[in-house]
């Protein structure tokens, strides 16, 4: 196995913008240009341009796509509609949490299903495994296609420059083949920002000219290039989960209060079933821990795995945490034990090397941007 980093396409170009690069998942991804709080605040803004290239597209195809996909996701693929994406997830036998996944549908028989960068390998594993018995094909297109995303209130405008597609009808959650600065591309109404934007599917040898005419077109508004590090604290504002930290194999979709991303009504068997079942039972009757937010009364950041406190004993223990720039305050997702999970519960804290920082508990997500 090698361990060096992958490169996007677009590496070359990151690192004349003067990024800083980062190892993740695997890839040698940029992590900042300049400012994390100037990215972060040009996306809620006005807009951002982040390279997700490091994303796992897995192509699904055949006249029993779909049977396929309904039977290895927790979903109900079978109605999505042509041209249209839906949040899912896989899970194992035991009803762990695989990944969460977008499933697009590109054709009468053709899918698009994109995983974390981390997991990308094990949901191909899995989908492939799955796919037995099934008249379907599964296919790795990790090296088909570079990620390029537009994020911000100002993204419609700056990317109408560079297409003929219709954005104004194209929804939330909706993909459509177009050309972005005169190459193909799927543009779906997708993000991971909290903010309305677009995720351009293209050729890795169109990355690099898109990215530049994107500059070009939003260099009026404001457009900025942005990096892993802001994309973390845009999402945790939206209070969006990220694997490994809000889910793992250790968590059913029920633990970590997603239940609805299950689809018990579709018909016939899927992996996990029974165990999502029972899962979903017990998240009736005795709810275990449960996802909340976190806002600091104080200036200390609280960071993942430590624990959260009420009464001198620990009840829960924080998943994802950093300053928030639109809140102003260090914010923290944590699962803690239902007792404490009300939004307003007081006397919760979050330990900090040995001090308890208190903390408000409030509902999720922390921020939501005006429609």
Not at 56 to 73: K, M, R
Not at 75 to 96: F, H, K, L, Q
Not at 188 to 197: C, F, I, K, L, M
Request: with cysteine; proline share 6%.
């Amino acid at each position: 196995m090698s361990t060096t980093p992958r490169l996007t396409a677009l590496d070359a170009l990151h690192r004349s913008l003067g990024a800083t690069m980062t190892d993740f998942a695997g890839w040698d991804m940029p992590l900042r240009y300049a400012s994390e709080r100037d990215e972060h605040n040009a996306v809620r803004t006005r807009a951002g341009l982040f390279d997700l290239s490091h994303m796992g597209e897995i192509t699904v195809t055949g006249p029993q796509a779909v049977d396929l996909l309904d039977y290895a996701l927790v979903g109900n693929i079978s109605t999505v509609g042509n041209g249209r994406a839906r949040y899912t997830m896989i899970c194992r036998e035991d009803g762990g949490i695989l990944d969460d996944l977008i499933v697009y549908r590109l054709g009468e028989t053709e899918y698009m299903v994109v995983a974390n960068a981390s997991n990308a390998q094990v949901v191909l594993d899995a989908l492939t495994e799955r796919a037995a018995g099934f008249d379907a094909e599964v296919r790795d297109d990790r090296d088909a296609y570079a990620l390029i995303a537009v994020q911000g209130p100002e993204s419609p405008g700056i990317l109408k420059q560079l297409t003929d597609a219709d954005l104004d009808g194209l929804k939330y959650y909706a993909g459509l083949p177009g050309t972005v600065a005169g190459v193909p591309a799927l543009i779906a109404r997708t993000g991971y920002t909290g903010e309305d934007g677009f995720e351009l599917f293209l050729k890795p040898e169109h990355a690099e000219g898109v990215w530049k005419a994107l500059t070009e077109a939003g260099a009026g508004v404001g457009l900025i290039p942005c990096g892993l590090s802001c994309r973390d604290t845009l999402r945790l504002e939206a209070g969006m989960p990220l694997y490994g930290h809000e889910l793992t194999t250790s968590l059913t979709p029920f633990d970590a209060g997603l239940g609805r991303v299950v689809k018990f009504e579709k018909p016939g068997d899927f992996v996990g079933r029974k165990a999502l079942e029972a899962a979903a039972e017990r998240a009736e009757t005795a709810p275990p821990r449960k996802l909340v937010g976190l806002v600091a009364e104080g200036r200390r950041v609280p960071r993942a795995g430590m624990p959260v406190v009420a009464g001198g004993e620990v009840v829960g223990e924080v998943t994802s945490g950093a300053p928030s720039p639109t809140l102003g305050k260090p914010i923290a997702m944590a699962y803690v034990d239902a007792a404490h999970a009300a939004p307003g519960t007081e006397g919760v804290g979050v330990d900090i090397r040995g001090t308890h920082e208190p903390y408000e508990v409030v509902a999720l997500p922390f921020y939501k941007r005006q429609k």
